[in-house]
């Protein structure tokens, strides 16, 4: 599946900003979906995922209760809500496309087959 995110930009401390994902080639409705994120310096991050197989939702501590994932299948599109920015939410943002649906298997960076280009976020203080 191909996979296109959007909507990074800049935005102040506090401030929101909503990613999107859009996916075309195979049905996305088989696809796990999830978003990750690489700030300079650091390794890819796993923030947030929903399983195909029953809707279920993961996220990192790290943005649990800021960050909202969700799905319009019939638009074959993904989100990535972020509220409550902070200057270390900073980074490439990824989304991502997994065969896989269970919960141990989606915790797996190597189980994500399918990636799109990143969108930079940058949240200033």
């Known amino acids: 599946v191909q996979l296109q995110a959007s909507g990074g930009g800049l935005v102040q401390s506090g401030g929101s900003l909503r990613l999107s994902c859009a996916a075309s080639g195979r049905d996305h409705r088989v696809y796990s979906m999830g978003w990750f994120r690489q700030a300079p310096g650091k390794e890819r991050e796993l923030l947030a995922w929903?399983?195909?197989?029953?809707?279920?939702?993961y996220y990192s501590d790290s943005v649990k209760g800021r960050f909202t994932i969700s799905r319009n299948n019939d638009r074959d599109t993904t989100y990535l809500q972020m509220n409550n920015l902070k200057p270390d939410d900073t980074a490439v943002y990824y989304c991502a496309a997994s065969p896989y649906y269970s919960y141990s298997d989606l915790l797996a960076a190597l189980k994500w087959t399918d990636w799109g280009r990143g969108t930079l976020v940058t949240v200033s203080s």
């Open positions: 929903e399983s195909y197989r029953d809707r279920r939702t």
